[in-house]
C-alpha cells in the first residue's frame, strides 16, 4: 500500500497470483501465500497479472524474480556470472500496485539491436530511440528486445538499459545467442550474467487479455540432445568449438505447461524467443530454427497465439498456412498452425553500410528491410502489425524501384565476386554501383528481354494485395516473390529487390583512412572488433545480401510501353483493410542517353 517494496503487516497479500520457480507453478491463496519447491539454480518469480503492475527501477526495466543459486556460478565467467546466493530468505515476496489496464493497448517489439561497442550503442540511441520519442506512446505498455540485445559484451549492458529506459516504457528482453556467457560451462549456466545484470532468461507477464510468455530456446553450449543436420553437426563434434542450436530445454517446457493450466483459453498467447521456430531465409538450417518447434505448438493446441522472434536480421511476417520445404526437412514443420514474426533488426545489417543522413550505417537487412521497429496494438485477441523505419517519414511503407537486365548482370557478377573473397578484401571490385545504369530509364529491347517493376513491401505477408496503375490506368496485381506453398526459397538475381541491393554491394566507408596514427580508425569495424579496410569499395559478405524476401512483389512492364515519362502508382492492401500508394516515375527511351557531362561542344 505504501509501494516501498517490502511486505508490511496491514498490506494484504493478493489471491490467484501465478509464482514460479522456473519448473514448478502455482498461485498464490486466498492470503497472497504461496509454497514451491526448492532446489539449486532456480529463479523464483512472479508473473505480472493484468490490473497490475510490478516494480521498476531507475532504467524501466521491471523487478519481479529472485535468484536462488546457493553456491553461485561454478566457474568463473568474463562477465561476472551469479555469486553465491546462500540460503533461501524466510519468505520471498513481490510487490504488486494495482494499474488500470485496457483489453486495447500496444507495444513497442524489436529485434536485434546487438551493439558490439558503445559507438553502436549511440547508433540505437540514434535511430530507434530516437524514433520512439517522437511516436505516441500513449497506449503503449511494453518494449519488447527479441533477443541479441548485445553483441557478446555484457559490460555494456547497463549503459543500454539506461539509454533505452529513456523512451519511458517496462522493458521486456529476451535471451539472445549473443547475450550468454561464452566462457559458460553448461546451458544451465550460460544466462548467469544475463540474469544478474538484467533478470530472469525465460518468464511470462500479462497486459489486458494477452498473456506474454518470454522463452529462451538458445542452447549453448549444444550436445548430444542437439544432434541433426543443418549446422547442428557441430554439437557433437569433438573437435569443434563450443556453439548454439536453437531447442526449448524441457524444463522450460515443463515450465510453461504448468503455467498454462492458469491461463485462460480465449487469452492471447504471445510466446517469445529469439530464434525463430521457422524462418524463410533460414530455412534450409536446423540451427537457426527450433527443434522442438512441434512439441510448443501441442502445447498452444486451440489457443489464438502469435509467435515473435529475432535472430535472423529480416522483418517476416509469416502467416497461418505458410509452408517452405526446409520446415519439413529440418525440424518437422509442415504449415503454420498461427502467425510467426521475425522482427527485424535495428542493427539492421549488423551496423554495416554508409552512413545516412542522419549519420547512422544505413544497414538494410538480409530481406531489404531497413533497420526500425514494430508496433503491435492488441485488442483482446485481435493484433495489428505495423513498421516504421528508423529516420524515414512513419508513412513510408515499402520501396520501390526496377529490376532491369543491365541490374541482372550487375548483380550476378557482383555478387559472385564477393562471395568468391569475403567482404573486405584488398582486391579491386570488378563492379561498383558506379558501373550500374539508370534504374528508372529503359529501351524497348530491355523491356523485351525483361523488365520487372519491383515493390518491396515491408510488412507484407501473403495476405497482403498489391497492385500497380501505369499512368492512371487500370490497377494489375503484382505477383509475390515467394509464394510460401511448401517451395523451396527463391533467390537470385530475380528475386532480389533492386533498390536495398546496390547499397549493400557498393560501401563507400571501407575506403575511410585516417592519418592520425589510430589503427582502428580506419575503415570501418563491426562484430567483435572485426576491421574491414582501408581498401577499396565494396559490398558485405554475400549471405546477407536481398537477394530473396517474403516482402517483396513485383510486375513486368509491358514491352510497348510508348516513349516518354511515365508513372507508376503501387498501392497495398494489408490484412486489416488499410492502403498505402507510392509512385514512381520512370522513362521509356529509344536508346540510353549518354551519362555523363557531354564536352564535346566545349572544346575548341
Known amino acids: 500500500m505504501n509501494q516501498d517494496g517490502e511486505h508490511q503487516a496491514d498490506e494484504p497479500g493478493i489471491p490467484e497470483i501465478i509464482v514460479s520457480n522456473g519448473r514448478d507453478v502455482t498461485l ?3 492470503e497472497g501465500a504461496y509454497s514451491l519447491p526448492v532446489f539449486d539454480n532456480m529463479t523464483v518469480m512472479v ?9 521498476l527501477d531507475e532504467n524501466n526495466v521491471p523487478q519481479f524474480s529472485y535468484i536462488h543459486k546457493p553456491e553461485g556460478t561454478p566457474t568463473q565467467l568474463r562477465y561476472g556470472g551469479i555469486a553465491p546466493t546462500g540460503p533461501l530468505p524466510d519468505s520471498i515476496d513481490f510487490p504488486l500496485t494495482r494499474s488500470e489496464e485496457s483489453n486495447s493497448f500496444s507495444c513497442v517489439v524489436m529485434g536485434d539491436t546487438q551493439p558490439y561497442s558503445n559507438t553502436e550503442i549511440g547508433y540505437v540511441r540514434d535511430t530507434v530511440v530516437k524514433d520512439l520519442l517522437a511516436q505516441d506512446l500513449s497506449s503503449s505498455r511494453c518494449m519488447i528486445l527479441l533477443g541479441d540485445v548485445m553483441g557478446d559484451d555484457l559490460s555494456l549492458l547497463p549503459r543500454f538499459m539506461n539509454v533505452m529506459g529513456a523512451v519511458g516504457l517496462p522493458q521486456y528482453y529476451i535471451h539472445g545467442n549473443h547475450d550468454y556467457d561464452f566462457d559458460a560451462t553448461s546451458d544451465e549456466d550460460s544466462a548467469d ?18 498473456f506474454f510468455v518470454v522463452l529462451d530456446n538458445v542452447v549453448y553450449p549444444c550436445g548430444e540432445a542437439d544432434a541433426g543436420s543443418g549446422g547442428r553437426e557441430a554439437c557433437t563434434r569433438a573437435d569443434a568449438d563450443p556453439t548454439y542450436n536453437g531447442r526449448i530445454p524441457e524444463q522450460q517446457m515443463t515450465w510453461l505447461e504448468n503455467t498454462l493450466e492458469y491461463v485462460p483459453q480465449d487469452n492471447l498467447v504471445v510466446v517469445m524467443h529469439h530464434i525463430p521456430l521457422v524462418s524463410f531465409i533460414d530455412s534450409n538450417s536446423g540451427r537457426h530454427q527450433t527443434d522442438n518447434a512441434n ?9 489464438p497465439a502469435l509467435s515473435l522472434s529475432g535472430h535472423t536480421h529480416t522483418y517476416e511476417i509469416l502467416s497461418t ?22 522482427g527485424g533488426a535495428p542493427s539492421g545489417n549488423w551496423w554495416q553500410g554508409d552512413f545516412s543522413f542522419d549519420g547512422i550505417p544505413m544497414a538494410f537487412t538480409r530481406g531489404g528491410t531497413p533497420q526500425g521497429y514494430l508496433m503491435i496494438h492488441f485488442d483482446q485477441a485481435d493484433y495489428r502489425v505495423d513498421f516504421y523505419a528508423s529516420n524515414q517519414p512513419q508513412q513510408r511503407k515499402m520501396a520501390l524501384s526496377f529490376n532491369t537486365p543491365a541490374f541482372r ?3 550476378e557478377t557482383l555478387w559472385k565476386w564477393q562471395d568468391d573473397r569475403g567482404p573486405g578484401t584488398e582486391e579491386i571490385p570488378p563492379l561498383t554501383v558506379n558501373d550500374l545504369e539508370d534504374l528508372k530509364l529503359f529501351t524497348p529491347d530491355e523491356l523485351a528481354e525483361g523488365v520487372y517493376l519491383t515493390a518491396n513491401v515491408w510488412s507484407g505477408e501473403r495476405n497482403t494485395e498489391v497492385s500497380v496503375s501505369i499512368d492512371n490506368g487500370a490497377p494489375q496485381a503484382m505477383t509475390r516473390t515467394q509464394p510460401g506453398e511448401g517451395e523451396d526459397i527463391l533467390a537470385g538475381p530475380e528475386y532480389a529487390d533492386p533498390f536495398s541491393v546496390p547499397r549493400q554491394l557498393t560501401i563507400g566507408r571501407y575506403a575511410y583512412q585516417s592519418t592520425s596514427g589510430d589503427p582502428r580508425a580506419q575503415g570501418f569495424e563491426i562484430w567483435q572488433g572485426s576491421r574491414f ?3 577499396a569499395p565494396q559490398g558485405i559478405a554475400s549471405w546477407g545480401i536481398a537477394n530473396s524476401s517474403t516482402h517483396l ?8 510501353l510508348p516513349m516518354g515519362s511515365h508513372v507508376a502508382s503501387v498501392t497495398v492492401k494489408d490484412r486489416y483493410g488499410r492502403e498505402f500508394v507510392e509512385r514512381i516515375p520512370f522513362e521509356v527511351r529509344a536508346e540510353r542517353p549518354f551519362r555523363y557531362w557531354n564536352d564535346e561542344l566545349w572544346k575548341g
Open 193 to 210: 550474467s544475463w540474469r544478474y545484470i538484467y533478470g530472469p532468461n525465460y518468464f511470462s507477464f500479462q497486459i489486458g487479455d494477452v
Open 321 to 342: 498456412g505458410e509452408s517452405f520445404r526446409g520446415w519439413q526437412e529440418q525440424v518437422g514443420v509442415s504449415r503454420l498452425p498461427f502467425d510467426h514474426i521475425v
Open 295 to 303: 512439441e510448443l505448438y501441442k502445447l498452444l493446441e486451440g489457443r
Open 409 to 411: 548482370s550487375w548483380f
Open 533 to 535: 579496410g582501408p581498401v
Open 553 to 560: 512483389w513485383r510486375w513486368p512492364l509491358p514491352s510497348d
Open 28 to 30: 498464490t491463496d486466498s
Open 47 to 55: 508473473s505480472k497479472p493484468s490490473g497490475y503492475r510490478v516494480p
